[in-house]
Structures are given as C-alpha cells and as structure tokens.
C-alpha cells in the first residue's frame, strides 16, 4: 500500500500525465514508477487522468443543430468564381501572404519616403547642412539632393568665405561645420591644402556630382506606390474579412 | 435525394472504428469504395452524390466540431463552411479515405472558427444550458446512472471549453477521433512534442478544473 509522500510537490505532474500514454524514456519510467509505488497523491492523480480520458472518450454526442446538405444554390456559391474566389482566399484566416505582404509593402514604403526625405548630406556629407549653417535655413529646405544643397551652399554662402563653385560644400567639414580655408580638416583632406587649391574633402564629393534630379523622384514615386499597394491591400483584407463574419 | 440507392447503402453500413479504417485497403473496404464512387460522381457535377456523402457524415463531423469550437452556433457553422470548402475543392482529393479527408477540412475549419472566435468573442459555451447533448449510445436505462453520465457530460464539457483552443482540439483529436500524435501534429501544423504536451498539459487542467467533482468520474 501506497503512503502519503511529503515530497509530493517535488513530482512532476507533467511526467505522470505522459505516462498514461507510454511517452517516456526508461530513466522517466523508472522515476514515475517510483512514485506511483511510493506516492498516494501521484496513484490519485494517475487514476483521475485515466477517468478523465475514458470519460472523455464516451461523452455524449451532441445532437447536430441543422442539415448541412447544400442547394443548387450553394453549390454555385461555393463555386465562387473571379473575385469572390479572390475575396475569400484573402479574407481565410489560414491566408498567409496577404498581412505580411501589406505590412511589407507599406514599411516600404514609409521607409522610402523617409528616406527621400532626409537631407542627403546628413547622410554622406554636409552639403546640405554647409547651405543650412551658412544662410539659418533649416535642413528641410534644403533639397535632399546634393547638387541643389551644394548650389544653396554656393548661392548663399558669404562673400570670400568659398569661392569654390560649385563645390562651396568643400567648406564644409563634413559634420555641419563651415571649415574655413585654412581649417586643418580641409588641409588634410584635400592633401594640397597648402596650395590653397579648390581640392575638396573627402565627404563633399556630392557636390560635386552631375546633378541626378531623377534619383529621389523616382524614390518618392516608388515609395507612394508601395505605400498605396500595401495600405490598398490591408483594406482589402479587412473588407474581405468584415464581409466573411457577416 | 432520401430515397436514393446510394443512401440506402450508406444507412446499412457497419460503424468503422479508426483502427478498422487504417487497417484495411481501400479495394478491400466496401465503405471506401462507396465514398469514392460518390467523391467521383459529385466530381462530376453531381450535387446529390455530394449531398449523400454529406448526409453519411456530417453527425460525426458536427460531434468533432462541437467539441473543438464550444459554440454551437459557430461550430455549425464551421461544419458547414467545411462542407462549402470540401465542394470546391472536390477536384483536390488525391484519393484515400474521404472520411480523413472530411476530417481534414473539418479540423482546419473548426480552427478557423477558434481564431475567429479569437478576433470577434461571442458569449461564451451557451450549450452548457441546453439539453441536447445526448446520452452515449449503451447507456444503462437506470435513471440514476444516466443523471451521473449527464452530470459527469456537462462538467467535462464545462472544463473542455475552459481549456485553451490548443489542448481540446490535441485532447479531442487524440481522445474521441482516434488520431495518433503524428495525424494531429500533421493536422495541427505543430511538432510531435507540442502535441504530446498540449494533450498531457490538457489532461492535467481538466483535473484541475474539475478538482471538486472528480468523484463523478471515480465508480
């Protein structure tokens, strides 16, 4: 006969609920066998979990509520043709393709615009800041594209201060900072700071670039796409879903 | 529809148990081939061979639901979204049992239900209140046993639509369908070791909720 163990709380459950079903290891079994021989409240737990699955076994049918059998009606409901075939697979809960895709689309394109947005020379340079610090215009009026912030720059910058069209940005130092000519960054960047040649830092060689006006354009007009697309497709979804709980 | 010769057979068909059904060949089965002549007949745009294999299952196939999604409104409604989905995919039988392949579709459907019941919770397990779970088939007729099983029905039930979605549908796949770990984990979509733990996990909370009537299921 069994004995109340006082280390009953030390028993695993979870080991004695799998032992119903064969699912342990020997170093397991052995372990529950232990307790089964040693352990009252683990005999009272193993026989009320064999109950419960017998019961569970032969409990009551319930009785169905309707006929489930389909109308020609039905039937070519259930066919469901071009877009109500295409509503119901997205409204399915088991579509997996639709969320992620629209969550996609729309980070996308959030990121785009961001992205098209931010001054580039926060990015790679101070061009756009070198336009900002020299005339108090704030960044955002600053065209994200370095030819117009390094034009800015050139425009805007005060007389004597870099006559190095168009490469006024080649004062910047590259952190916002106006560098003077003989400022130490641009000697050492430029290499042939002593010559007082308009060579230009290393940071503000978009200044220098061809202007490619088509660059950021192009960004923004993806970026709205995939920002339409994605928010278009999570409405979509929605809709599809409202129209299958009702 | 009723008076059809394909009905009558179905009526005269022996109750297969799960082990039945596996063991035997679809050839050697004479309920198989019948499902497949019905499968193949409704294929061919025949809705009343549909209907047939409808009538033969949808008992067993509302008990599965019923059990998985508490709410007998919902559950019908499953059972019937998964009769929907069974006819349109018709053409996606890839031979077998029909009645695994019902139970497929049924157990995706009930899921479904479960995650909608999820996103849009109605009140919830108003079966609990109705009489129409009936007794199981072989009950004794002593009036005293039947009240036990009733009361020992609606106190599992109770504690069955208490447990999370996950354990009843691993409980009532392993329990009452007969399925072994690795149909439920294929059904389920998760691994053999989740299935194992939700049914033991299951086991262990339906006795916790039941701590105070255990005696019901102790003679």
């Given at each position: 006969m069994t004995t109340p163990a006082?280390?009953?709380?030390?028993?695993?459950?979870?080991?004695i609920?799998?032992?119903?079903?064969?699912?342990?290891?020997?170093?397991?079994?052995?372990?529950v066998h232990e307790w089964l021989a040693t352990c009252e409240p683990c005999v009272e737990l193993r026989a009320d979990l064999v109950a419960i699955a017998a019961a569970t076994r032969t409990m009551a049918m319930p009785t169905r509520p309707r006929d489930f059998t389909l109308t020609a009606a039905d039937a070519e409901r259930a066919r469901g043709r071009g877009w109500?075939?295409?509503?119901?697979?997205?409204?399915?809960?088991?579509?997996?393709?639709?969320?992620?895709?629209?969550?996609?689309l729309t980070t996308l394109g959030l990121a785009g615009l961001l992205l098209a947005n931010i001054p580039t020379a926060s990015l790679f340079g101070g061009a756009a800041s070198a336009g900002a610090t020299s005339d108090g215009a704030t960044s955002s009026q600053v065209e994200m594209n370095g030819v117009d912030a390094g034009a800015g720059a050139a425009a805007?910058?005060?007389?004597?201060?870099?006559?190095?069209v168009p490469n006024a940005a080649a004062t910047s130092d590259g952190y916002g900072q106006v560098a003077p000519e003989s400022s130490p960054i641009r000697d050492t960047a430029g290499g042939e700071s002593g010559k007082g040649t308009d060579k230009v830092t290393g940071g503000d060689h978009l200044g220098a670039t061809p202007p490619a006006a088509t660059g950021p354009s192009i960004l923004i007009a993806a970026s709205i796409l995939m920002l339409a697309a994605g928010v278009a497709l999570a409405l979509l979804r929605w809709g599809a879903r409202r129209l299958g709980d009702g | 529809m009723l008076d059809s010769p394909r009905l009558t057979i179905a009526i005269r068909r022996d109750p297969q148990t799960m082990e039945g059904l596996r063991s035997t060949t679809v050839a050697d089965d004479p309920v198989q081939r019948r499902d497949l002549i019905l499968i193949e007949q409704a294929r061919d745009?025949?809705?009343?061979?549909?209907?047939?294999?409808?009538?033969?299952?949808?008992?067993?196939?509302?008990?599965?639901?019923?059990?998985?999604?508490?709410?007998?409104?919902?559950?019908?409604?499953?059972?019937?979204?998964?009769?929907?989905s069974a006819f349109r995919n018709l053409k996606s039988f890839r031979g077998g049992?029909?009645?695994?392949?019902?139970?497929?579709?049924?157990?995706?459907?009930?899921?479904?239900?479960?995650?909608?019941?999820?996103?849009?919770?109605?009140?919830?397990?108003?079966?609990?209140?109705?009489?129409?779970?009936q007794p199981p088939a072989g009950e004794?007729?002593?009036?005293?046993?039947?009240?036990?099983?009733?009361?020992?029905?609606?106190?599992?039930?109770?504690?069955?639509?208490?447990?999370?979605?996950?354990?009843?549908?691993?409980?009532?796949?392993?329990?009452?369908e007969g399925y072994d770990y690795a149909e439920i984990a294929e059904m389920t979509g998760v691994s053999l070791g989740t299935v194992k733990s939700r049914i033991h996990r299951g086991r262990l909370a339906l006795r916790d909720l039941m701590e105070g009537r255990m005696e019901l299921f102790r003679g």
């Open positions: 006082p280390d009953h709380a030390t028993h695993d459950p979870l080991l609920a799998s032992h119903l079903d064969g699912t342990l290891d020997a170093r397991e079994a052995t372990l109500r075939r295409v509503l119901a697979a997205i409204a399915s809960p088991r579509d997996r393709v639709t969320r992620p895709l629209a969550v996609g805007s910058a005060p007389v004597g201060a870099a006559p190095l | 745009g025949d809705l009343g061979a549909f209907n047939d294999l409808v009538v033969l299952y949808q008992d067993q196939l509302y008990a599965l639901v019923v059990r998985m999604v508490p709410d007998r409104d919902q559950a019908a409604d499953a059972v019937q979204e998964a009769f929907f049992s029909v009645k695994s392949w019902l139970n497929r579709i049924c157990v995706n459907a009930a899921m479904d239900a479960q995650r909608a019941k999820k996103r849009r919770p109605v009140q919830p397990y108003p079966e609990l209140d109705d009489e129409s779970w004794s007729a002593d009036p005293e046993r039947t009240a036990v099983a009733a009361e020992r029905t609606r106190a599992l039930s109770a504690a069955l639509a208490t447990i999370t979605d996950d354990q009843r549908t691993a409980i009532v796949l392993f329990d009452i």
